[in-house]
C-alpha cells in the first residue's frame, strides 16, 4: 500500500503561541516515518523469509513496529491541535469527570505527566480502553505501542525536536501551549467513534427492554434534570459516578442503561458496567426512538 503524508489540518501561521516553524518540524517528523516505513516495507516484501535468519528480519519488523507508530503518533499531536483551542463537548467533559474525578484533575495529571518527561524522550497520550470503558493518561517512551487494546485520542509530543527550537529549555511553556490549543471537538469525535465501536455489541432493541430486571436512566445530569418523563420502571442513575453506583447493582440480572439518543453516554456506561460482571446493555435509540416509536413513557419520579 502507497502511504501519504497527511496534511497539516490547519494552518501553521495561526496558532497564537505555536510557532508555524515547531508546527512544521511536527509535519517534518510525519512524512519522515512515512517514508521510512514504506522503505522498509519495500525490503520486507522482498525477503525470502525462508532464507533470512531471524534475527535480521526481526530487526527490520522491529523497525517497521517503531516508524508505524512514529507515524500514527506524530499524526495524532497534529490532529490535536486547534487554531486557538476550542471548548470541550459536554459528553466530553462528562468522560473526562467519570474518569478522573473532575476535568482539572485530569489536566493537573495530564501536565504532570507531561512535565515528568522535559528533558528525555517519549509522549503523553489520553488513551480510551474499550474493554472497560475507561479513559487513562499514559506515557510512552520513545515510539512504543500504546495499551494493549487502547485507542488514543489525544498526544503531546515530548522529544527534544516538538520544543527545543522554540521554547528552548523550558519545554513546560510548550506543554502550556498545547494545552491551550488542544482541537477538543476533534478529540471529542474520535471518542465518540472508539465508544460507539467497542460498545456496540451491547445494544438491545425496544422490544428488549421487558427482559431488563433494572433499567437505569443515565443521561447526563443537566439533561435530566430538564426532563419530565423516563421509561416505566426506571431510576435515575449519574453516569459520572457509575463506579461508585455500580457496585449495588445484581450481578446474575439483566441491566439496561439508556440515554437520549443511545450514543456514548449509554455506550461506555455498559461498558464500565460489563467489566464489573454486571450483565447490562444500552437500548438503541435511547429515549428519544422510544418516545418517537409511540413506547410508553411515566411522569419522572412515578412509582414503578
Not at 530487526?59 to 491541535?81: D, F, N, P, R
Not at 509530543?157 to 523550558?170: D, R, T, Y
Not at 491551550?180 to 460498545?199: D, K, L, M, N
Amino acid at each position: 500500500m502507497n502511504l501519504r503524508p497527511k496534511v497539516l489540518p490547519f494552518d501553521p501561521g495561526t496558532h497564537a503561541g505555536l510557532s508555524s516553524e515547531l508546527l512544521r518540524s511536527h509535519q517534518h517528523q510525519h512524512d519522515g516515518a512515512v517514508e521510512r516505513l514504506q522503505a522498509l516495507r519495500a525490503r520486507l516484501a522482498g525477503l525470502e523469509t525462508g532464507v533470512v535468519p531471524g534475527v535480521p528480519l526481526t530487526g527490520l519488523k522491529q523497525e517497521e513496529l517503531v516508524a508505524t507508530y512514529s507515524m500514527l503518533l506524530h499524526a495524532l499531536c497534529l490532529a490535536s491541535w486547534g487554531d486557538v483551542g476550542t471548548a470541550k463537548a459536554p459528553g466530553m467533559t462528562l468522560a473526562l469527570t467519570t474518569n478522573f474525578g473532575s476535568v482539572e484533575r485530569w489536566q493537573a495529571e495530564f501536565v504532570a505527566m507531561a512535565e515528568a518527561l522535559v528533558g528525555g524522550s517519549g509522549w503523553v497520550l489520553l488513551v480510551f480502553q474499550p474493554g472497560n470503558g475507561t479513559l487513562v493518561n499514559q506515557r510512552l517512551a520513545m515510539h512504543s505501542p500504546a495499551a494493549a487494546g487502547g485507542v488514543p485520542l489525544l498526544a503531546l509530543n515530548l522529544h527534544e525536536h516538538a520544543h527545543a527550537m522554540v521554547f528552548g529549555a523550558a519545554a513546560g511553556d510548550c506543554v502550556a501551549a498545547f494545552i491551550g490549543h488542544i482541537h477538543w471537538i476533534a478529540v471529542y469525535e474520535r471518542y465518540q467513534a472508539a465508544v460507539h465501536s467497542a460498545g456496540e455489541a451491547l445494544g438491545v432493541s425496544q422490544d428488549g427492554v421487558a427482559g431488563a430486571a433494572v433499567i437505569l436512566d443515565v443521561r447526563r445530569a443537566g439533561v435530566y434534570e430538564q426532563s419530565t418523563t423516563t421509561l416505566p420502571g426506571a431510576r435515575w442513575a449519574d453516569p459520572a459516578t457509575v463506579d461508585e453506583w455500580a457496585r449495588d447493582l445484581p450481578t446474575n440480572q439483566a441491566v439496561l442503561v439508556y440515554c437520549v439518543y443511545g450514543h456514548e453516554v449509554s455506550r461506555v456506561t455498559a461498558l464500565r458496567l460489563q467489566a464489573a460482571g454486571i450483565q447490562a446493555h444500552f437500548l438503541r435509540g435511547g429515549v428519544d426512538a422510544w418516545a418517537k416509536a409511540g413506547r410508553p413513557l411515566v411522569t419522572k419520579g412515578t412509582a414503578p
